[in-house]
């Protein structure tokens, strides 16, 4: 198994531009989900889904969108770029939305925003 | 104030000694985790917990739930213990885990 696969690992946007980040588990886990990471800070949660078709909010949902139409992928979108998402994202999933389950984290995606 | 503090926020120590990071929380957790995060960036979990004391092979955690207090210890340290070890806490049957912002470990040879 290859776990949890983000890419990219690095990527630098101009102001205003949109990307996807792309995140992919072959564990056939229900829950995933995804976090940025900035410096002095705890992990917090953008947005995540406890299911294929289902997706929700998490503590700083604002500029992003996510979807998850199989149960493997969640690509997480930035709709235009701002400075303020310079930070490391993290995509995790677990087996299910019990916190029972470890969570598994891809090994992280280093975004800049000039 | 952040819900889950962790101290120290640094820690160096020398090769062998005896580790101890702490987890303090101001809400009512209903489980704990504890994960390490690599000087790479890869973030691994090690332990989940709600009561008591959870070991794998050098490192113990233990949780006191009505005290909002948990602890990880890692036991005759060595320079690839060095990382940030982070601390997250589950709120009664909330979906989201409330995260503290890391320790960071360097272990000297």
């Known amino acids: 198994n290859a776990g949890v696969t983000q890419t990219p690992k690095f990527q630098v946007l101009k102001t205003g531009q949109s990307m996807t980040l792309q995140c992919a588990q072959d564990?056939?886990?229900?829950?995933m989900s995804w976090y940025r990471q900035d410096p002095g800070m705890g992990l917090r949660l953008i947005h995540y889904?406890?299911?294929?078709?289902?997706?929700d909010q998490g503590e700083v949902p604002n500029g992003y969108n996510v979807s998850r139409s199989t149960t493997e992928d969640f690509p997480l979108r930035l709709l235009s770029a701002a400075p303020s998402q310079t930070s490391v994202y993290f995509c995790?999933?677990?087996?299910?939305?019990?916190?029972?389950?470890?969570?598994?984290f891809g090994n992280g995606t280093r975004l800049t925003v000039t | 104030k952040n819900e889950v503090e962790q101290s120290p926020q640094n820690l160096t120590a020398q090769e062998g000694e005896f580790i101890t990071i702490n987890c303090s929380y101001s809400?009512?957790?209903?489980?704990l985790h504890w994960l390490q995060q690599h000087p790479g960036g890869g973030i691994v979990s090690l332990f989940m917990?709600?009561?008591?004391?959870k070991k794998h092979g050098r490192l113990i955690a233990t949780i006191n739930i009505q005290e909002k207090h948990s602890s990880l210890h890692i036991t005759a340290s060595h320079p690839r213990d060095s990382a940030v070890y982070i601390c997250?806490?589950?709120?009664?049957?909330?979906?989201?885990?409330?995260w503290g912002a890391g320790t960071k470990l360097i272990i000297k040879p």
């Open positions: 809400v009512g957790i209903s489980a």
């Open positions: 564990m056939n886990h229900e829950y």
């Open positions: 995790a999933s677990r087996v299910d939305s019990s916190y029972n389950s470890p969570l598994h």
């Open positions: 997250a806490g589950r709120e009664g049957s909330n979906y989201q885990l409330i």
């Open positions: 889904s406890v299911g294929a078709g289902i997706t």
């Open positions: 917990l709600s009561s008591g004391k």
